[in-house]
């Protein structure tokens, strides 16, 4: 089974300064699909980003990119010129991308990244 | 242009009591996924279903849950006899037919407590 592990259960920042959430998975599979979502105090669910495992460039989205080092299995999350719309709980999620339509995620257990005004 | 509707957004229940939980998915969706967000924690796959068919219920707990996804109207996580430990928050997402590059489609949840 696969398995997503977040390390950091809290993180902060100052406004306008760089963060890095980390994560790692463990698979046997080749073909997956890796997210990151964001879960404000609202408990909305949004898709902040997302990675193909086929492909070797870094996903970016604004100020929001990844590194994903498929080798080491690591999934990490950079967030950019912070703004404190970005205080929310981050999950990096993992997807098969080889179970025929079933596409349930497996989620790590969530960073709560603080920015510093 | 709706998302994944759920409804109720709160639910209050009293330990044996019943809960029914709503998700109709998107437009055009026919997948729906169950999970399950305990207090401080993150979500938690429960069960996976395509119109009439459960096609997969691993973490589904072994008693008191079941889901449906009938052919009209919306799937339902239902929770009988529940007990305090059944409070968290459900959510539901819903993805289109095949194989599909897309992510998932969250709605806003459900946050059941049990009194």
């Known amino acids: 089974a696969q398995t997503v592990t977040q390390s950091q259960p809290e993180m902060s920042v100052q406004e306008a300064e760089t963060v890095t959430l980390s994560c790692t998975y463990d698979t046997s599979e080749s073909d997956y699909y890796l997210f990151w979502y964001k879960q404000p105090p609202s408990r909305q669910m949004i898709l902040v980003i997302r990675q193909e495992a086929y492909k070797q460039q870094n996903a970016t989205e604004n100020r929001f990119s990844v590194n994903f080092q498929k080798a080491a299995k690591s999934f990490s999350l950079k967030i950019s010129d912070s703004q404190l719309g970005d205080a929310a709980m981050y999950f990096c999620?993992?997807?098969?991308?080889?179970?025929?339509?079933?596409?349930?995620?497996?989620f790590g257990t969530g960073t709560r990244l603080t920015i510093i005004p | 242009n709706a998302g994944v509707m759920q409804n109720p957004r709160h639910l209050v229940r009293r330990r044996g009591q019943e809960a029914r939980l709503r998700c109709s998915p998107m437009k055009g969706h026919s997948h729906v996924y169950w999970y399950r967000q305990l207090p401080e924690e993150g979500l938690k796959f429960m069960v996976y279903?395509?119109?009439?068919?459960?096609?997969?219920e691993s973490g589904m707990p072994k008693e008191r849950f079941s889901a449906e996804f009938p052919k009209e109207g919306p799937s339902i996580l239902r929770i009988q006899q529940v007990v305090r430990g059944d409070s968290a928050a459900y959510f539901c997402?819903?993805?289109?037919?095949?194989?599909?590059?897309?992510?998932?489609?969250f709605g806003d949840g459900t946050r059941l407590s049990i009194l």
């Open positions: 999620a993992y997807r098969s991308g080889s179970n025929f339509g079933n596409e349930k995620l497996t």
């Open positions: 997402a819903s993805s289109p037919p095949g194989r599909s590059n897309q992510p998932q489609h």
């Open positions: 279903l395509q119109k009439e068919n459960i096609i997969d």
